[in-house]
Structure formats: C-alpha cells, structure tokens
C-alpha cells in the first residue's frame, strides 16, 4: 500500500503512514504545556454498559480514575465466555481491546464491540493493525515537548505503545 492509499476503518478513514496523532494523547506533559483534555470515563462506562448489554457481554471490572504512571483506563468484560480487555485512552476518546493488560499489550479486535462502540459517533475505536503499526516520526508531528522527550527516553515501538502506554 503506498502512502497516498487510505483504508476504511468503521467510520474513520486512516492516512497510512503520516497520520499525526493528537497532542496529549501520550498522558505526559510538563508545566509550561497547556493542560491535554481529559477523557469522561463516567460517560465512556455508561456507553460500555449499555454495548455490553446490546453484544451479549458482561462488565466485571470498571476503572473510572487512570492509575498512576498509565494513560488509560481499563475495563475488563466477558463475552462469549471469553475475557477481554477494553481500552480507553485518558486524554482522548482513542479505545482498543487487548487480552490482558500484561506488558507489553496484545491488541485484539473484536467487530461486535467495534461496531456498537463506534456506532456512539463520541469513540474511535482502533484496530489491531492500526495499534501494531510501526512508530514513525510523522505520526508524532503534533505532541508537545515534554512528550517528545518522554518517546525519546522510553522508546514506544508501535502506535499502540504510544497511545496505551505506562
């Protein structure tokens, strides 16, 4: 695929390899950056509860603050007698499914729960080959310093590293 091709992904249209990731979406910033937006996970674990009932899942564990050292939320469901990991960035509206919360993350895609989430038009539910995408520079074009310095120091290999990282 060259870099002017695009894939459809839901209702979002990826630029392969240049999009830019929003600044923020790291969790790290330092005094002098405006502060980055903060994700409603109150509002996220609702729209949760309710896919949840609407795919045929169970909630088992819900986190509405972000742990210290972590930049995302973490909710745990079970479906089809399975368990699995719901991501949810805590600066942006950035969601993704992983298996275990195990480090490094091992991103899943799950097309019931991407559809009824993206459905709520507020999620951009990102796909495994999107989060195993190869970190390039152009992706970072956007982050602030303070988050520039924080790549450089902890070295995400992968778009999902970047965006799901502690």
């Not at 991501?87 to 729960?113: C, E, I, K, M």
Request: a negative charge; aromatic letters at 8%; proline letters at 5%.
């Amino acid at each position: 695929m060259t870099s002017s091709e695009r894939v459809a992904v839901g209702d979002h249209e990826i630029h392969e390899p240049h999009e830019s990731v929003p600044r923020g979406i790291t969790g790290f910033s330092s005094i002098s950056d405006r502060p980055p937006p903060e994700t409603d996970s109150e509002a996220f674990r609702r729209d949760l509860f309710d896919v949840c009932v609407s795919v045929g899942a169970n909630v088992l564990e819900s986190s509405t603050a972000v742990p210290i050292g972590r930049s995302f939320f973490g909710f745990l469901i079970e479906i089809r007698g399975g368990r699995l990991h719901v991501l949810l960035n805590g600066t942006h509206s950035y969601v993704a499914f992983a298996r275990s919360l195990d480090q490094p993350l091992t991103f899943v895609d799950h097309a019931d729960l991407h559809a009824a989430l993206s459905s709520h038009g507020t999620y951009r539910v990102l796909t495994r080959r999107e989060l195993d995408r190869p970190l390039a520079k152009s992706m970072t074009k956007k982050l602030a310093e303070a988050e520039i310095e924080q790549l450089e120091y902890w070295k995400p290999k992968t778009l999902g590293q970047l965006i799901f990282n502690w």
